[in-house]
Structure formats: C-alpha cells, structure tokens
C-alpha cells in the first residue's frame, strides 16, 4: 500500500519524467515508434526463426516488411501530391472563381463589407517571397530532423529484435524487487497487448477503408481509393483522425466538381465515417482486446499530444495498453489499472456488487 510519506517522492519523480520526456522528445519518439514496431513484427521474426532462419536474418526481414509499407504508402502520397501540383493553374482558377463568389455574397451589408475589406488585404509578391525565404531555414532544418529522426526506426528495431534477451533480461536487473516470473509475466503481457492494438488497428483501418472509398466512389471523387485508404490509415490519431483526412478528398471535390455540394457531402459522409469510428468500430475491434476504457484513452490522447504533439497521439494507446499492465503487476498502483479497465455494462454495477460482497461477508 502506498504511504504518505512516499507520495511527495512519487510526485517528483512523475515531474521529472514528465521534464525528460519533453526535453528528449526528438529521442524518444523514434525509439518508441522503433519498439512498438518490433513488437508488432516479432511474431514474423519468431515463425522465421523456427523454420531455422538466424535471429539476425529473421529480424532484417521484418525490418524490411515494415520499410516496404511504409514505402508503398510514402510513394502514394508522394504521387498524389505532384498530381495535385500538376494541377496548379486549375486550382488557382477554380479558388479564384469561389474567392469572387464569396465577395459577391457577402457585399451590401455593413457586417458583409467589413469581412470583405479584411479578406482582401493584399500581400504583394515581395513580401510573400520574403516571409517563404524567412522561414525556409526553419523549415529545412525540421525537414532534416525528421529525415534522420525516419532513418533511425529501422536501426532502432534492428537493436531491439536481435538483441530482445539482452534488453529484457538486463531491465530485469534494474527491477530486483520483481519477482522473476512475475517480471516474465509483465514483459509477455505488454508484447501482447501492443501485438493486439496493432491487430485491431489494422481491422479498423480495413473497415474504415471500405466505407470511405464507397462513400467517395458515390459521390464520384477522383482517386477515391488513394483518399479513402488514406483517411482510413489516419485512424491511427483517435477521434479525430478520420475527418482530418476528409479535408484533402472534400478539398479535390471542391475544385474538380461543379458544385460545392460535393465538399460538403464528403464532409458530411465521413463525419459519420468518424462517429462510427470512435462510438462503434475502435470501441468494439481495439477496446476488447486492450481492455481499457473510452475516457482513460483519451486522458493519454491529451496528455501525450501535448507533450509530443502528433506523434504522442500516434503512440499513446499502445503506450496506455503498457501502463496498464506494469499498474497490474506493481501493488500501489493497481488501482490504476482498476481505474483504466473498461467500464462496466451497467453504471454502478460494479459498485452494487461490492456493496452487497461487503454486507455479505460482515
């Protein structure tokens, strides 16, 4: 049971991670990405290394999985991307031709003109060209970070899959108070619950890209696949990931369709995509196998998106599934876990029961 007199010791050591997680987040997101990937293609690496492969080959081959996905998808994007580029002039013409519309719509009213007289300030050339020269450098310079920040992954996950039993065993030393079955036990259950979270995840992304890309074949979008897919893989930021990834469909439709009902119909078609998404489809693939409940996994949404931004809310479920299990097999912070587990089918259900387990038993 945890005591008084820890608890100040307890709080400062929760700050300084805190600190250190915030200091060191261009470090440790990569290493955590690299180790939840590792875990995810372990059981690749296991059934190689049972057919009689070595632990080094086995574990260059997963690597090489997760480098061709992660290629296959950056070639898409990259290709939509120039298509779009491509298409420059037609943007302009058809953003020029809704910037006009708008002016017309709003002029001959006193509110109307003041927005009108704000929304045309203009820049010139020379400032535009100079603000994109100020802030080239920066942008450069985040370019280069996350090119090497990339890079590392795979040297990362080649550590941590051919060395797994140096790392395990030589954590094991730090923890003596655990007992060393318990502490197997732990390490086991955190592999499992990430292998589940990713299976999951990939089930969701399967449906999701199915109701997308019908979604957007109805309404007759161009590369509907590309765009449904693509939305669907940003599930992988809950909640809110879906919709962020209709913008860019609801954005083509607007320049390439002669209404703009058809942005708002690929709004409207994937916020219920969303709603579905976060009330149903994760709740029901994800939520039964990491066992953690709705409100729980969006405190560590927010938490983790403030400390690392997008990347913390990329990593924060499969992270909770972890914490999860350490508060399990750590005695003072198993009602933690008790806290984070799902939620009953019935509110107060649970509490009865104690109550009458109590009466019971006095």
């Known amino acids: 049971?945890?005591?008084?007199?820890?608890?100040?010791?307890?709080?400062?050591?929760?700050?300084?991670?805190?600190?250190?997680?915030?200091?060191?987040?261009?470090?440790?997101?990569?290493?955590?990405?690299?180790?939840?990937?590792?875990?995810?293609?372990?059981?690749?690496?296991?059934?190689?290394?049972?057919?009689?492969?070595?632990r080094t080959l086995a574990s260059l081959v997963g690597i090489a999985i997760v480098a061709l996905v992660f290629s296959i998808l950056s070639y898409m994007i990259m290709s939509e991307l120039g298509?779009?580029?491509?298409?420059?002039?037609?943007?302009?013409?058809?953003?020029?031709?809704?910037?006009n519309m708008l002016i017309e719509k709003f002029r001959g009213s006193r509110f109307?003109?003041?927005?009108?007289?704000?929304?045309?300030?203009?820049?010139?050339?020379e400032e535009y060209l100079g603000q994109l020269f100020e802030n080239s450098s920066s942008s450069l310079q985040a370019s280069f970070d996350l090119i090497v920040n990339i890079a590392l992954i795979p040297i990362y996950m080649?550590?941590?899959?051919?060395?797994?039993?140096?790392?395990?065993?030589?954590i094991r030393r730090i923890f003596k108070g655990f007992d060393t079955s318990e502490y197997i036990e732990l390490i086991d259950g955190s592999k499992k619950a990430i292998q589940n979270y990713f299976q999951g995840f990939i089930k969701v992304t399967l449906i999701l890209a199915v109701l997308n890309c019908l979604g957007l074949f109805v309404l007759g979008i161009e590369n509907a696949l590309f765009y449904g897919v693509f939305a669907a893989l940003l599930?992988?930021?809950?909640?809110?990931?879906?919709?962020?990834?209709?913008?860019?469909p609801a954005f083509m439709a607007l320049i390439t369709k002669d209404s703009a009902w058809y942005a708002v119909g690929v709004i409207g078609w994937m916020s219920i995509v969303q709603f579905l998404e976060g009330n149903l489809i994760t709740p029901n693939v994800v939520g039964d196998k990491l066992k953690i409940n709705p409100f729980m996994v969006l405190i560590f949404l927010l938490v983790a998106g403030k400390i690392w931004g997008v990347p913390g809310l990329m990593v924060a479920i499969p992270i909770a599934a972890v914490f999860k299990q350490i508060c399990e097999h750590v005695p003072f912070l198993s009602p933690l876990s008790s806290l984070m587990s799902s939620f009953p089918e019935e509110p107060g259900r649970e509490n009865n029961k104690r109550l009458v387990l109590n009466k019971t038993s006095s």
């Open 1 to 54: 049971m945890l005591k008084k007199e820890k608890l100040p010791g307890i709080l400062i050591a929760v700050s300084l991670i805190v600190l250190v997680m915030i200091y060191l987040k261009s470090i440790l997101i990569p290493l955590i990405i690299a180790l939840l990937l590792s875990v995810a293609v372990a059981p690749v690496v296991t059934f190689l290394k049972d057919k009689g492969w070595s």
């Open 83 to 99: 298509n779009i580029t491509d298409r420059q002039d037609e943007i302009m013409d058809k953003m020029s031709h809704y910037n």
């Open 112 to 125: 109307g003109e003041s927005l009108i007289s704000t929304y045309k300030k203009e820049i010139t050339t």
């Open 158 to 170: 080649f550590f941590f899959l051919v060395y797994s039993d140096f790392f395990i065993f030589s």
């Open 235 to 248: 599930s992988v930021i809950p909640y809110i990931g879906v919709f962020i990834g209709s913008l860019l």
